[in-house]
Each structure stands twice: as C-alpha cells, then as structure tokens.
C-alpha cells in the first residue's frame, strides 16, 4: 500500500488586505461601529491533494497564483484560514532567503540553530557539518554575520542544510533561481540523489524546463485554484497555452508597421494535418500565411524557437538560407521546413516574423507566439539530437 507524504483537505488561507482590515484596536473599533468589512485575499483555496511518499511534485503558475502560500501551508509556516493539511515525516524547507537564519549569528551558528529546530542532535551535525560546509563553498565567510551574505550565499548554505540534514519531505520555493548556474547544477544533482533514496519534494519554479524533468507529477495554481494537476508534459504545456505572460515565464507579444501582416501560422505533420505535438528525428513544417497590403521588394521571413524557459536555440530566415522573395503583394504563403527535428523531449516556443531586406524595417513579428511539444523516441537524455556515429 502506498504511503502518503502530505495530504490535504479544501486547504484554504485568507489574507486581510494591506490598509483595509483592523490591524489596530482602534481600526476594529471603527469597523465594528460603521460595519465596514476589510477586503480580503484568498492566496489559496478549495485545495485538495495527496502526495505519496516518494513522488516529485512541481507547483507552477504565474506569478501571485498561490504557489509559495501553498509551499508554506504544507511547511506549516503559514496557518490555515480553513481546511487542513498534514506531512508525515520530517520535513525541511527553502522557501525564501534568509529563512530560518538569524541575520546576527554567524552561518556556522546558524547550521547548529536550524538543526536544533528539526529536532537533530548537536553531535549528529557535529558529524555532517564538514559536508554541509564543502556543499556551501562558504569556507572563508562561515564564522561571519550571515546577515553580511549576498543573497547567493544564503542560497547555498540554505540549501546545503536543508538537505545534508536527511530529511524525508524538502520543499522548495524558487530560491534556487537566484545562485550561480554551477551552483543550480549541483543543486540539481542532489536533488537527483533524493528522488533516487526515495524521498519526497515539492518545489516551486517557473523553470519549466527542469519541473518537466525532474517531476512526476505537476499542479498548476491560477488566482488561488488548483486549476490542473497530473502529467508534467500536459500541465506545463497548459500552462504555456492559457497562462504565459501572467508573470513568470514567456510573454507572448507583437510588433511591427503590419505593411505585411502575418494572419496565420500552422504547425503540421507529414500528412498536412495541423498537430501540436512532434517526434524528435522527425518532421516538422510550418505554414506562414501573410497579406502585404503594397507591394514589397525582397522581404525577409524568418522563424526562432525557445525552450519553455525563455533559452533561445535556433533561428534563421530566407535571407541567411539563400532563398531569394523578390516581391509580394497581397495574400501569400510561406513554407518552412525542419528536417530532421533534432530537438528532443520538451515544450517549446515558435517565434515568426517578416522584415526588410535590410533590416531597418520590422513589418511584423509574432515572438513566442505558437507553443509546440517534442516527444522523444528513444531513451537517450539532452535537448537535442547530435547526428553520432560509433566505430571500432
């Protein structure tokens, strides 16, 4: 039978809004006498979930979605207006820089207090301080203030207790976006090495990329609502489909003088037919359908493609591949074809656009407009497909 890690009942938690509640006797005083009711918030509401013990759950959501009251609700930092939840097992958490820190102790005084706080031995930390100390790289600063810390500093010595400490629940907010790209790997790593001891984690990113990778399951949070959760591929993609540009994330835009407007793009299969979704190694084509309202000498049209986490990968146009429009007027269509696709399992983000030949002239460019899933066809790992070959 499957053990349960955290559970929750119509978990909700309410906020009073800033400058509206009664926050004073006086402001309850007045409240009560002239029946003014403060404005409140619900950060999370009507939020029902199990996790079981061993499973990876990303939250994701634009940003002031309830993701991080979410996180704090399963810590137990934060109190339920309504509902319950409960962890079974030790749980520690990164929800934010500088928590669980004293900013006037030193960060080896701050390792022996958060160890304290979990209920672990001094001599147990004793015995495991060198590896947190190693994991930090924060040899030279660990007996200084860790309020003198640079926010990356906090990063690593709080995540480098948070998980030496062996917990069997770790929860993690997006704090891991603020260190250095070597120190996320690492970061990464160890995460690895939890999910393989079989231990439980639920974090919080707008990393799209990595929730995909690394979860098994995924709940994406919208004005307070569980509004999606299972699959890491379908939720993650709905949320790049309904939820982009809420803060966080890509940002769909437009721009340009429109003298030639793109009116339609498809994404379609090898038979015509409009799809979503494409093999690694296989085709992929585009049709760029466009209206030049005059007639336009030698216009350019070209496509980009970014990885769900904003990277870009790849881009080109007609120009860089030699092939010559001479000129258009009216209604017209574009064909691109990629062949083979060598990007591998992920979402991504189709970018097209039309300018001049010279470039000072940006007739119309829809940026990240049309999102699109790989999937991959066999078990090899990366981002994309190196054409490999192997000899004796």
Not at 72 to 85: C, H, M, Q, R, S
Not at 222 to 232: A, E, K, L, T
Not at 329 to 337: D, R
Request: with cysteine; glycine share 10%.
């Amino acid at each position: 039978m499957t053990q349960i890690a955290i559970e929750a009942e119509n978990l909700g938690k309410c906020y009073r809004m800033r400058g509206l509640g009664a926050q004073t006797l006086f402001g309850t005083i007045r409240n009560t006498v002239t029946r003014r009711k403060a404005k409140t918030f619900w950060a999370i509401r009507n939020a029902s979930f199990s996790i079981p013990q061993g499973c990876t759950v990303g939250v994701i959501g634009p940003n002031g979605a309830g993701k991080s009251s979410t996180l704090g609700l399963a810590a137990g930092t934060i109190t339920p207006t309504e509902g319950w939840i409960k962890a079974h097992g030790r749980i520690s958490s990164l929800l934010e820089l500088g928590a669980g820190f004293h900013p006037d102790l030193t960060g080896r005084e701050n390792v022996y207090l958060n160890a304290a706080l979990l209920g672990i031995p001094r001599e147990d930390i004793r015995k495991r301080f060198d590896a947190i100390l190693d994991f930090s790289g924060l040899h030279e600063f660990i007996d200084q203030p860790v309020k003198n810390y640079s926010s990356g500093m906090y990063v690593r010595l709080g995540f480098a207790v948070s998980t030496e400490l062996d917990p069997d629940i770790l929860l993690i907010d997006e704090v891991l976006a603020v260190g250095d790209i070597a120190f996320q790997l690492k970061c990464l790593d160890r995460i690895r090495q939890f999910q393989r001891r079989g231990k439980t984690l639920m974090f919080v990113s707008h990393a799209l990329q990595t929730v995909e990778e690394f979860c098994d399951e995924v709940f994406l949070v919208h004005h307070g609502q569980i509004v999606d959760r299972g699959d890491p591929a379908s939720v993650t993609l709905n949320m790049i489909r309904n939820y982009s540009g809420e803060g966080g994330g890509i940002f769909a835009q437009e721009f340009g003088t429109r003298t030639v407007e793109i009116t339609g793009v498809k994404l379609l299969d090898n038979d015509g037919n409009e799809e979503s979704i494409f093999n690694s190694g296989g085709r992929l084509n585009i049709a760029v359908n466009y209206t030049a309202s005059e007639p336009i000498s030698n216009p350019v049209f070209g496509y980009s493609i970014k990885t769900a986490n904003g990277m870009y990968l790849y881009g080109t146009n007609t120009q860089l591949a030699g092939f010559e429009i001479h000129s258009i007027n009216g209604s017209g269509q574009v064909k691109i074809t990629i062949d083979p696709l060598v990007l591998r399992e992920g979402n991504y983000f189709l970018s097209i656009s039309c300018h001049s030949s010279d470039h000072k002239i940006q007739y119309h460019r829809i940026e990240d407009w049309y999102p699109f899933r790989v999937k991959n066809t066999d078990d090899a790992p990366g981002v994309v497909t190196l054409p490999t070959r192997f000899s004796l």
